[in-house]
């Protein structure tokens, strides 16, 4: 699958337990491109934090955003197609990814930077989150879900496409990569 943009990152988001990371893998996959798992760019200090039950700041989230869209901006500048799962909950804290394109205009649609939405049903995700803390999978508790569900802001006027997680991430990934021929960053398949 050929890119047709010089640079575009492709931000699959939601909750903790969404399926951010298993999605962003295999589309990552699917469109031969690089992954990043916005996870890996938190400081072993907010980790921490959310080990314990704390949910963070706006003061814990601003270094850790910025650090992520210095990130993407090189990975734009350099012309990559990128995936990020990044829980990117707040309309605030996606503008902040949008201004990794060195072209986007505050407020403005038309970001080379693109936002995925996983919609899972809060049983659903309790349970996934419950399994992961069982496993030791994940540093995030589900003692943590209700907060996040309390920050997550969806704004029609940002043209997020919304996918059912429910699905088999076959199913997922297929319904994204159509969407990203459709916005114009790879061409058909």
């Not at 996606?94 to 038309?110: A, F």
């Not at 989150?129 to 940002?158: C, V, W, Y």
Request: some cysteine.
């Amino acid at each position: 699958m050929a890119p047709i943009v010089p640079g575009a990152v492709i931000v699959i988001m939601g909750v903790s337990g969404a399926g951010k990371t298993t999605i962003g893998n295999h589309l990552a996959e699917a469109a031969n491109c690089a992954f990043l798992d916005a996870d890996d760019f938190h400081p072993d200090s907010n980790k921490e934090k959310m080990r314990k039950g704390i949910p963070l700041s706006e003061e814990d989230r601003m270094p850790w955003l910025q650090m992520l869209c210095k990130a993407l901006k090189e990975r734009i500048t350099n012309g990559e197609i990128t995936v990020l799962a990044c829980s990117a909950l707040r309309k605030n804290y996606r503008e902040i990814l949008r201004s990794s394109d060195p072209n986007h205009i505050p407020g403005r649609q038309g970001s080379s930077v693109k936002f995925v939405l996983l919609n899972v049903p809060v049983e659903v995700l309790a349970d996934r989150l419950n399994k992961r803390l069982t496993n030791g999978e994940h540093f995030m508790p589900p003692s943590l879900l209700q907060s996040q569900l309390q920050l997550l802001e969806i704004d029609a006027s940002e043209e997020i496409l919304q996918v059912d997680a429910t699905q088999d991430p076959t199913t997922i990934v297929e319904t994204i990569r159509h969407s990203l021929v459709q916005w114009k960053i790879i061409e058909s398949y």
